[in-house]
């Protein structure tokens, strides 16, 4: 029985390093970085015809 409450206990933490990826804040500002990158370069490339 102390296995199962143990293997239980383990699953479900669930802070720290263990959070989901999109609520670790290095992620989100990663994420949101590369996504204003890529549309600076899809307006820039517009601008020549590509």
């Not at 143990?6 to 802070?15: G, L, M, P, R």
């Amino acid at each position: 029985m102390k296995k199962k409450q143990a293997v239980k206990k383990i699953n479900e933490v669930n802070s720290g390093a263990f959070q989901p990826m999109m609520d670790q804040p290095a992620v989100r500002s990663a994420l949101l970085l590369l996504g204003a990158i890529g549309l600076f370069a899809t307006e820039y490339l517009m601008l020549f015809g590509y």
